[in-house]
Nanobody
């Protein structure tokens, strides 16, 4: 069973940067499409970014485009989210997710991912 463990969250001032990491167990990581989602208090979980299993194709929510960068290192079984120019509205619990089934569900939907990490808190102060 694949397990995902996020790290790198914390408290940062608006305009600052954070780098989130997600470490995956198991041998088949390089075949998984990976994504980051986030959930703010009282809100639904929302798509942030996604990276194709090959690492060659990425996609972002409009709200983070140009500020966040998703990347992966298949040799180290990790996926990262570099977050720059952070805003208070970026405050949320951030989750790493894996699509191990190569689903045809649109990749911005949470149901497209079958494995989730426990989440890491990101707080951006104004």
């Amino acid at each position: 069973q694949v397990q995902l463990v996020e790290s790198g969250g914390g408290l940062v001032q608006a305009g600052g940067s954070l780098r989130l990491s997600c470490a995956a167990s198991g041998r088949a990581f390089s075949s998984y499409n990976m994504a980051w989602f986030r959930q703010a208090p009282g809100k639904e979980r929302e798509f942030v970014a996604r990276i194709h299993w090959s690492g060659g194709i990425t996609a972002y929510a409009d709200s983070v485009k140009g500020r966040f960068t998703i990347s992966r290192d298949n040799a180290k079984n990790t996926v990262n989210l570099q977050m720059n120019s952070l805003k208070p509205e970026d405050t949320a619990v951030y989750y790493c997710a894996a699509d191990t089934r190569r689903t045809t569900v649109r990749f911005t939907a949470a149901i497209a991912y079958d494995i989730w990490g426990q989440g890491t808190q990101v707080t951006v102060s104004s």
